[in-house]
Every structure is written in C-alpha cells, then in structure tokens.
C-alpha cells in the first residue's frame, strides 16, 4: 500500500514538474538575462568614456586612436543589444552581435591573464577602488567564467531563433 501511494506521487511530482517545465519559457528568460546584464554594463561606461577608454588601454590591444573610438561605441552598442534583446526586438541580430562580443571580450582577457596584465576589467564598473594585483588578477579569471556562461546564453539565443 505504502509503495503504491509512493509510486503514485512520484509520478504525479514528475507529471507537474514536465508540466512546469514545458510552460516556463527559457528563451525569454535567456534573453531577459542577457539583456540586463549588457544594459548593466553599459551604464558606467557610457557615463564616463574617459575612465573606460583607459581601462581598454591598459590591455595593451589596440592604438589610443581605438580605444577611444570603442570607449564610445561598445557601450551604446551594448545598450542596444540589451533593449533589443528585452524588447524581442531583431534579437537574432542582437544574439549575433552580443556572442561576437563576448568573443572578443573573452579574447581580450584571457590574452592579458597570460600575458601578466593585472587590470581593472572595465566589464561593469569602472571604478573598482584600490585592488592588488592579486585580487584584480582573480577578478579577470572570474570574469573569464561569466562571459563563458553569458557566451554559452548568447549561443542558446542564437541558436533558437534561427529555429524559428
């Protein structure tokens, strides 16, 4: 009698848990998701393009002529790429762009780990106080992690959409 009733719940818990499932909507969370995070990073940047053009500098990665250029533009294409994302608005696009940049932005870390630059990230603050070498180093590795978690969101995006 016990094990019946058991056998009973627990295929009862897995029928309403399929059923939950099958209505929570991933893609629009996905896309909630990433859409704020690129907003998120997009505000301290866009407020002061003369902290963030330093900050891209400092990797060593492109003439001063670029990055001041890009202190300008990634920011805003940022902002664009999160209310795109949110809005469901050209969001193929926005997934296209928002994994390119994730790329380059995984590129750009992972070379100045290596390589032994010790840098503010400039990912979502600029203004990250007084760090040591060995926090801003484990602050970069940390970052390495959640733009392969944000890359792996940004390809789900992708992917899904081409779908439909």
């Not at 999160?82 to 469901?88: D, F, H, S, V, Y």
Request: proline residues 2%; aromatic residues 12%; glycine residues 4%.
């Amino acid at each position: 009698m016990k094990e019946e009733f058991l056998n009973g719940l627990i295929i009862n818990i897995l029928f309403l848990m399929s059923k939950f499932y099958k209505n929570i909507n991933i893609l629009f969370l996905s896309r909630l998701l990433l859409g704020y995070v690129f907003i998120y990073a997009s505000i301290d940047k866009i407020l002061d393009p003369v902290s963030f053009s330093n900050i891209i500098d400092n990797y060593h990665v492109t003439p001063i002529i670029l990055s001041n250029l890009f202190a300008l533009f990634v920011p805003m294409l940022e902002l664009i790429i999160g209310i795109c994302l949110i809005l469901n608005i050209k969001v193929n696009g926005a997934s296209f762009i928002s994994f390119a940049l994730l790329l380059w932005f995984l590129f750009i870390l992972t070379q100045a780990v290596y390589r032994g630059i010790n840098v503010d990230c400039g990912c979502f603050d600029l203004n990250s106080g007084n760090l040591d070498d060995a926090e801003l180093r484990n602050n970069m590795i940390k970052r390495i992690f959640e733009d392969i978690v944000l890359l792996g969101i940004s390809l789900y995006i992708l992917i899904k959409t081409k779908i439909k």
